[in-house]
């Protein structure tokens, strides 16, 4: 089988499960050429990736970043300042501090204030008419949650939105642009996190943002600049793998529509339910890491310097791990998908993400007696975004 994972075309049509599984079988850990004439490691197997995860000595995610691109060197340091992209021990006490407001206690304070948001979203959504379920309902209340935790004026919301969308969805003709214009996203967003920071420094505010540009790394306090890259990363991660879980979760359920009654009846299920929509959609397909020295997977040597790619969306479907794996079972009882990714760097935001798609179902299933397809959703044309960027539905009241 002709193998070719890295060109945005193969992901049209949604996960191209035929590669994956070849790969899974006869080459888990796969050389793939890349376009600049060099190429790259792809792990398939769950086992592997997890492996590789927890490794952060062997594997940087800062020597190079997390893509499978290789970045220039001012776009590369930026990128660094973003918690993805470092590695201990500049990465722990920023994580603290990022995560001290997402515990379940913080959460459980939150929930009221994230079901009236949820709430009001639906009864202003329109229905007896076609929208587009993915912009006009399921990337609301991500971009709600994500702009009122760092507290940003409720008219800068939309172009949050527009930001961050340039910069996920860059190689998709109707959502991205030129380099340029991904560039100058990424320029003005981080502007916006610097004036943000530049404000709230030492003021003692409780938001997100006064809570990091206050925290001190190595007796220093994180300077704008610093934060400049943090804003970027936990704007864009706010924004676009929760729309893609909950959009591409309520299309697996229109297409089972037993499954849709059966939880818009009991919605105690849901929690399980997600769980499983995370494993089918897993909003990412891949990360990537550099290996720091001379190592080896599965008997295969891998040089110092070597990119290493770990693919999400194959360790999701992987024959040893899951049980009937491309079965969408909502009451899968094990499930322990990589949609967050694994180890360290283990996404800062999941449960509040799980907390979030919980909601919009949950009030969704109050607000509207049912919702018809319009027509196949389309996705965006990306080798690393997994997400729709059109699902035409109507909602019935």
């Not at 197997?45 to 995860?53: E, L």
């Not at 590695?87 to 959460?107: E, M, N, Q, W």
């Not at 997600?274 to 897993?282: A, K, S």
Request: glycine content about 6%; proline content about 6%.
């Amino acid at each position: 089988m002709k193998i070719d994972i890295y060109d945005p075309d193969q992901y049209l049509a949604g996960i191209p499960h035929d590669q994956f599984a070849w790969l899974r079988k006869h080459a888990p850990v796969f050389w793939h050429d890349h376009p600049d004439g060099s190429g790259y490691w792809v792990l398939s197997r769950h086992a592997d990736v997890t492996a590789v995860s927890r490794d952060f000595k062997t594997f940087s995610a800062q020597r190079g970043f997390v893509m499978v691109d290789d970045l220039p060197a001012d776009i590369l340091a930026m990128a660094q300042n973003q918690l993805l992209g470092m590695d201990p021990p500049a990465h722990g006490p920023i994580r603290r501090a990022v995560i001290a407001r997402f515990t379940s206690r913080k959460l459980a304070e939150l929930e009221p204030l994230l079901r009236e948001t949820a709430r009001n979203i639906m009864q202003s959504a329109p229905t007896a008419q076609e929208i587009n379920f993915v912009e006009d309902l399921a990337g609301d209340l991500p971009t709600a949650v994500i702009c009122s935790l760092l507290d940003i004026p409720q008219d800068m919301w939309p172009q949050i939105r527009r930001w961050s969308d340039l910069q996920t969805s860059g190689s998709d003709p109707d959502l991205g642009g030129t380099a340029e214009d991904v560039a100058q996203a990424s320029l003005e967003m981080g502007t916006y996190g610097y004036q943000l920071a530049a404000e709230r420094k030492g003021k003692g505010g409780d938001d997100l943002i006064s809570l990091l540009i206050d925290q001190e790394v190595d007796g220093r306090l994180i300077s704008e600049e610093e934060f400049a890259s943090l804003f970027i990363q936990l704007t864009v991660a706010g924004n676009e793998t929760t729309r893609s879980l909950i959009s591409s979760g309520m299309h697996q359920l229109l297409q089972r529509p037993d499954l849709y009654q059966q939880l818009a009846k009991d919605p105690s299920g849901l929690p399980k339910a997600i769980e499983e929509m995370l494993r089918w959609t897993c909003p990412l397909h891949y990360f990537r890491r550099t290996a720091t020295c001379d190592t080896e997977i599965r008997g295969q040597k891998i040089a110092e310097g070597d990119r290493v790619v770990m693919l999400y969306s194959s360790a999701n479907f992987d024959e040893e791990v899951f049980d009937r794996p491309l079965e969408f079972d909502i009451t899968r009882d094990s499930n322990p998908h990589l949609a967050f990714g694994h180890g360290i760097h283990l996404c800062l935001g999941a449960n509040l993400a799980r907390m979030e798609a919980r909601l919009f179902f949950e009030e969704f299933f109050k607000a509207f007696s049912g919702i018809e397809s319009l027509g196949a959703p389309q996705y965006i044309r990306s080798n690393s975004i997994h997400g729709f960027k059109q699902m035409p539905v109507r909602l019935i009241a």
